[in-house]
């Protein structure tokens, strides 16, 4: 009986070392898993562009003709139209004509003083006609200031020898002193004068500035009741699709 201790001692440490054996081999696949782990690229941008791009570049068969369909689809997207002319109801009252419609018949006044018809004054394809006035404070002249110096410049000069001609209108101010501001702007197109206002009586109730896109029989294209950036860009988005160049 005095062996059975040692026996009992004997068989733990058996056991002990079986299970110390065992441990050590699962250890390293332990280890591995955990390298592997720390071997994985975090998700920031910079990794999801990489992945994004030898996934693409891997592509092929249905992958590249859906790209290529693509591709088509974007090369045959409608061409640019003329904008149209989005009014409030507010706004449209205020105008007599509008877009189809051609512009009243009536005479201004020429720098000289003389009367002319404004029909005989529109240009070979197109005409930008701009009603100005110098107003009552300095944000509207400041205004009409920028609208002569961007007609001269987007319109007068490049498209004068395509058919395309600015006739300014001023309405309400002293000849003299529109023809002065006319001047100082840089200006070099025709200017005319509504001094009582009676042709613009015709176009419309109130609001200046306007211009008008008139094809070569004098209908509206286009037109806006303002002048701003988006006038600007817009303008010359009409001309160019009436034109044929966009």
Do not use: H
């Amino acid at each position: 009986m005095a062996s059975s201790p040692n026996r009992i001692w004997g068989i733990l440490l058996a056991v002990g070392s079986i299970l110390l054996w065992s441990g050590c081999q699962k250890r390293p696949d332990a280890n591995k898993a955990k390298e592997s782990d720390s071997d994985k690229p975090s998700m920031s941008a910079t990794w999801a562009a990489k992945t994004y791009d030898k996934a693409d570049s891997g592509n092929t068969g249905a992958d590249t003709q859906t790209n290529s369909q693509s591709s088509k689809a974007l090369d045959s997207s409608p061409a640019l139209a003329i904008p149209k002319v989005g009014l409030t109801d507010s706004l449209r009252a205020t105008c007599l004509v509008n877009v189809g419609d051609k512009m009243p018949v009536g005479e201004v006044f020429t720098t000289g003083g003389s009367t002319s018809s404004l029909q005989n004054q529109y240009g070979e394809k197109l005409t930008a006609l701009f009603f100005w006035s110098q107003g009552s404070s300095n944000y509207t002249r400041l205004t009409a200031n920028s609208a002569l110096q961007d007609l001269q410049l987007d319109v007068a000069e490049p498209y004068a020898e395509k058919g395309v001609k600015v006739i300014g209108i001023n309405v309400g101010d002293r000849p003299e002193s529109a023809q002065q501001q006319f001047a100082n702007s840089g200006a070099k197109y025709p200017l005319l004068f509504d001094p009582s206002g009676a042709f613009f009586s015709k176009v419309a109730k109130e609001k200046l500035p306007r211009i008008y896109l008139l094809d070569t029989s004098g209908k509206i294209i286009w037109f806006d009741t303002e002048y701003s950036r988006g006038t600007r860009r817009i303008l010359m988005q009409a001309i160019q699709v009436t034109l044929g160049e966009k």
